[in-house]
């Protein structure tokens, strides 16, 4: 059974202060994983697709990697405005041809100024 | 960009009657989504379609119905509103296999 796991729940951070969020899965053949961000009161917004280990993708203070078993989103000098609830999310063979997607708990980060 | 609407942000509904929840996408995707979000249990699929007039259950589509008589709308029907069903729903839409999932604002559903 496909499974995402994220660590850890919730993150406080001080403005300027780097850390990683962390996303481990099990998962049937990888098709891709996918890294949502979360304001409340409002739908996921896309962030990144990765679809095979050792792939990166960079969007301003964010960076997420992939390996075989889990992604990191480095978050460098984090802004209070970073504060959001970070969701993953993945897709395998098992999804068929729908396109579904497993989440993740998410982890919650809160930058303070 | 993608524009995913769903039809309201909050509503309030009372045990038995029988719900829509309407949502719209304006970027021609083969693929939508209903699912609902609570703390703790995170994302959970309902009901899915890849085309119009085509669906599938997900992981917990007991309660629900859904219609795709047009390739831009799905709609989620409650049957009979229950207390259990008090959650935020939420309508995603993707373009092929593989492709990100696009997600509207959600609704917050109350059945009291």
């Known amino acids: 059974e496909d499974q995402v796991t994220q660590s850890p729940e919730a993150l406080r951070l001080q403005e300027g202060e780097s850390s990683s969020l962390n996303c481990s899965y099990t998962?049937?053949?990888?098709?891709?994983l996918f890294w949502y961000r979360q304001d409340p009161g409002k739908g996921p917004e896309f962030l990144f697709t990765?679809?095979?280990a050792g792939e990166e993708k960079e969007k301003e203070r964010l960076k997420a990697t992939l390996t075989k078993k889990e992604s990191f989103l480095h978050i460098t000098a984090p802004k209070p405005e970073d504060s959001a609830t970070y969701l993953c999310?993945?897709?395998?063979?098992?999804?068929?041809?729908?396109?579904?997607?497993?989440f993740g708990q998410g982890t919650t980060l809160q930058v303070k100024p | 960009d993608v524009k995913v609407t769903q039809s309201s942000r909050y509503l309030v509904k009372r045990t038995g009657e029988k719900v829509f929840l309407e949502c719209v996408q304006d970027?021609?995707?083969?693929?939508m989504f209903w699912y609902r979000q609570d703390p703790g249990l995170g994302l959970r699929l309902i009901y899915f379609?890849?085309?119009?007039?085509?669906?599938e259950k997900g992981d917990i589509p007991e309660g629900y119905s859904v219609s795709r008589e047009k390739k831009e709308r799905f709609s989620l029907i409650l049957e009979s509103a229950s207390t259990n069903q008090t959650s935020m729903y939420l309508c995603?839409?993707?373009?092929?296999?593989?492709?990100?999932?696009?997600f509207g604002n959600g609704t917050r559903l109350t059945v009291t």
């Open positions: 998962v049937s053949g990888l098709r891709g």
């Open positions: 999310a993945v897709q395998g063979q098992n999804s068929g041809n729908t396109g579904k997607l497993i």
């Open positions: 995603a839409s993707s373009l092929f296999l593989g492709s990100p999932l696009h």
């Open positions: 990765l679809y095979s």
């Open positions: 379609s890849y085309d119009v007039k085509m669906k």
């Open positions: 970027m021609d995707h083969e693929n």
